[in-house]
């Protein structure tokens, strides 16, 4: 049984591996090795929008072969990586790109719960701090009465 189980599991992974290998279909690849390359290290960094998980060199999804194509089309025009990653993101938006470029919207974005987060605990602290001060230990008059005549009642 267990080597029926070691069987499957192998035959499983292949099976989930092997669209990858197959996402890039022959008839895209450039004949010039440096240029198929660059558009392979580019066609990993951006986002198929239809898996949204996967890049498109990974997806084999329509969407996924048409931008394939177009980054393959723009380096054999002789655009460098930077041009073709802008002319895809200024077509799809940053979405496409699956690290994100830095920007003062994308540190707001991920700062924005940190600072949220530190602002309520100094207003926690703060508020403690407060109710500590008002809160006073000494007794009334008419407690220290009463205790009193608690006590000297022996």
Known sequence: MTRFSLASLVLLLTLVFAGAAFAVRPDEV???PALEARARALSEGLRCMVCQNQSIDESDADLAR???IVVRQRL????TDQQVMDYIVSRYGEF???KPRFSLRNALLW???VLLLFAG???????VRSRRS???DALTAEEQA???AILHRD
Do not use: Y
Not at 121 to 127: P, S
């Open 30 to 32: 450039l004949v010039d």
């Open 66 to 68: 048409d931008l394939r």
């Open 76 to 79: 054999v025009a002789g655009d």
């Open 96 to 98: 496409v790109l699956l």
């Open 111 to 113: 700062g924005t719960p």
């Open 121 to 127: 605990g100094i207003l926690i602290v703060l508020n």
């Open 134 to 136: 008002t809160a006073s």
């Open 146 to 148: 009463a205790l009193d």
